[in-house]
Each structure stands twice: as structure tokens, then as C-alpha cells.
């Protein structure tokens, strides 16, 4: 089950969030997008508006719908290779410039043993450096180790499509309608980049497109209505 929290609260630019403060005094917290934290004036910020998110209470983020993706260390992203050198490979991950990826930044890579990757590729990564002041630094490595295949490059047979990076973040959280709706009743992989872009392959073409649609079709859905979206759309999906 996921410890992830949906606030009842909602900040604009400027506002502080007290309650991760509060949740500073007692234990370590770290502050993702959206969140600006001045410790010197024991306060932390809104840097751009949106609904606060809570993890265990000692992760606090903002969901806002952004439209340019902003590198956040940590996040999992989709990027397409559109370039290599003798080090390194270059990655559009939708950022305001490309990511840089190591040779020897995947499971098992050596510098006689290079993972077979090539201009044009989709890769499935995670931030090691997004800063202000360098160039995002990617890796195809899970810190966590529960999964040496998570990462790298995706099969051919997915579909890549983009959406909002609000509704990334919606289908991470397994507690949100669709993605237990569709985890129930479907067997399929997904990838999800909180830059904006999902990776989906179910068992057939026509499911793959069936699923892409269902998803995308849940971005504009008023909360009030996702339960009964979420039913349809299960039930259209059973003929493909």
C-alpha cells in the first residue's frame, strides 16, 4: 500500500507550509517540487502553487499543473537518447536541457561490458544531480535494490505517450481510482516518468492503445466522477 497523503490543503506562490516545520522538530523531512525550504528562517515555501502531498509525514511535495517539466533529484523519468559520446549519453527528458547518462551508469556495466543503448532509444531513469547550477546527471540504477531490471532501456512494443506531469504523479500513487482499477482487472507493465511521459505495453496492440486511452482520458476527470469513469472505462476495455 502506498503512505502517500492527499492534503485538504492548497498553497499559492509565497505561502509557507507549516505543518512541514511542525514535522521538522521531531525527525528529518525532505522537501520535494514545488517546495522552497529556508531553514534559517525556519520556514519553508511555495515556489509555484498546488495541492500539498505528504509521505509519511516527512516528505512534503506540491501537485500543480506544471507544463514545462523542472529536474528534481530523485524523480523517475522517461527520456529519449539523442546523442552519445565516448562517456556518455545525452537524454531529452523534457527539461530545459538535456541529461547527461554515464556508460557505467547501469546494472552490471563495466568499461568492457557497455550496455547496449542507441541514439533514438527510451530509457527509463532516475536523477542522481538536478541542480540550478549543473547539468541533470541520470543513472539506470535503483538505490532501493529491490529490482535490478526496473531500469534502462524500455521494449520497443510499449507506447510512449505525454500528459500532464499531474497525472504522473496521480498514477504513482496506487491508491488513486484508475490505477487500481486498472491493476485489477488487466495485466500489463507501465512506466511512469513524473516528467510527463508514460510507458505502457498490455499483452496486444489494440490493448496497449485501449490503455493509453484510458489513462489519458482521467486527466480533465473532477474527482467526484473518477469512481463511475473508472467503471466505464474498465467495462470498454473488456472488448479489446
Known amino acids: 500500500m502506498s503512505d502517500t497523503q492527499e492534503s485538504t490543503s492548497y498553497l499559492f506562490p509565497g505561502d509557507e507550509l507549516k505543518e512541514a516545520m511542525e514535522a521538522s522538530t521531531k525527525k528529518k ?13 525556519n520556514r519553508v515555501v511555495d515556489s509555484r502553487g498546488g495541492e500539498v502531498r505528504t509521505k509519511k509525514n516527512t516528505t512534503f511535495w506540491l501537485n500543480s499543473h506544471q507544463k514545462r517539466y523542472v529536474p528534481a533529484k530523485g524523480d523517475t523519468v522517461i527520456g529519449y537518447v539523442v546523442g552519445k559520446s565516448t562517456e556518455t549519453f545525452r537524454v531529452d527528458i523534457g527539461g530545459s536541457e538535456a541529461a547527461s547518462l554515464s556508460y557505467l551508469a547501469f546494472e552490471g ?12 532509444d527510451i530509457l527509463f531513469a532516475r536523477l542522481l544531480v538536478a541542480s540550478g547550477d549543473f547539468e541533470p546527471e541520470l543513472v539506470c540504477l535503483d538505490s532501493s535494490g529491490l529490482k535490478k531490471d526496473r531500469f534502462g532501456v524500455l521494449p520497443v512494443d510499449g507506447f510512449v505517450f505525454e500528459c500532464s506531469i499531474n497525472l504522473c504523479r496521480k498514477m504513482l500513487d496506487d491508491k488513486f481510482p484508475l490505477t487500481r482499477a486498472l491493476a485489477k482487472d488487466y495485466r500489463f507493465e507501465m512506466a511512469v516518468g513524473v516528467n510527463g511521459r508514460i510507458w505502457v505495453r498490455g499483452h496486444t496492440l489494440r490493448q496497449t492503445i485501449g490503455l493509453c486511452h484510458a489513462i489519458l482520458g482521467s486527466q480533465h476527470i473532477p474527482k467526484d466522477q473518477l469512481d463511475d469513469y473508472c467503471r466505464n472505462i474498465v467495462s470498454e476495455l473488456a472488448g479489446f
Not at 523531512?29 to 528562517?41: A, D, R, S, T, V
Not at 563495466?110 to 533514438?120: F, L, Q, S
Request: proline fraction near 8%; aromatic fraction near 4%.
Open 29 to 41: 523531512i525532505i522537501i520535494g517540487p514545488g517546495l522552497q525550504g529556508k531553514f534559517k528562517e
Open 109 to 120: 556495466a563495466t568499461k568492457r561490458n557497455r550496455p547496449d543503448v542507441n541514439v533514438g
